[in-house]
């Protein structure tokens, strides 16, 4: 999905929302927003090889090619 699709379903999404859940919307985008911009945020992203390899298990979870917590840690 590009970015512009993105963008056109959240608009739709926001369209059907209350005032009050758009309140929250507001507040979330906001604390993604700082998230994004934070030192520790471009710190981590300046990582060789970080992003790409975030953006690899993205799809991967996206394909349903997960490993359940219990296989990965035996004490959970």
Do not use: H, N, W
């Amino acid at each position: 999905m590009t970015s512009m699709e993105l963008r056109r379903r959240i608009l739709r999404r926001l369209r059907r929302l209350s005032a009050r859940r758009l309140r929250v919307a507001d507040d979330f985008l906001a604390y993604l927003e700082e998230c994004e911009d934070s030192p520790e945020t471009r710190e981590l992203l300046a990582i060789p090889g970080l992003k790409t390899g975030l953006e690899r298990a993205e799809r991967q979870a996206d394909a349903g090619k997960t490993v359940p917590l219990s296989k990965v840690r035996r004490d959970v």
